[in-house]
């Protein structure tokens, strides 16, 4: 009996000594400067992006707002880290949109849940593109990487 309640003490100090370590990880990689979003705190799918590539061009709702007050052409991809769409979709267009010169903004609906009422997002991912600030026209879904740049040539240029 001893030994089964010093095995489940050394288990349970193990658990806890893990954790902590991991929230010590991800305390410090959300202090770092890759973190883009402006947040003391972030959701733990978002935490693990901030080193990702594709995932680098970060927008907040103030700059969004900003541009698009200033009657700015600008192309949003409003995803959200825990939509599996969203996960095979970014390393189609991230990518895609950089090859081609498109300055494909990415904006995180998990971080700033307001954009899903704010700009009529009703599933990620969705790709929104303005010109003079208003909204032209929309990508919803996951789609082949060759409508993603018909997309693009047809919205974006």
């Known amino acids: 009996m001893k030994k ?5 003490v050394i288990i349970i100090v193990l658990f806890a000594g893990v954790s902590i370590l991991t929230k010590m990880q ?3 990689k959300v202090s770092s400067e890759n973190n883009k ?6 959701n733990a799918l978002t935490v693990d992006q901030l080193d990702d590539p594709n995932y680098q061009n970060v927008i907040l709702p103030e ?7 200033n009657k700015e052409d600008v192309t ?15 390393p189609v267009v991230a990518p895609l949109a950089e090859e081609m010169g498109v300055d494909l903004v990415q904006y995180n609906l998990l971080e700033f849940e307001d954009g899903w009422d704010d700009y009529g997002i009703t599933s ?3 790709i929104v593109q303005f010109k003079e600030g208003k909204e032209t026209e929309r990508i919803v879904g996951s789609q ?3 409508v993603f740049e018909d997309w693009f040539n047809q919205n974006s240029k």
């Open 63 to 69: 700059d969004l707002e900003e541009k698009l007050a």
């Open 4 to 8: 089964v309640l010093i095995f489940l």
């Open 26 to 28: 991800n305390e410090e």
């Open 124 to 126: 990620t991912p969705t």
């Open 37 to 42: 979003y402006g947040k003391d705190t972030l």
């Open 76 to 90: 949003v991809y409003f995803y959200s880290p825990d939509c599996p769409h969203c996960q095979r979709t970014t």
């Open 144 to 146: 082949e990487e060759a």
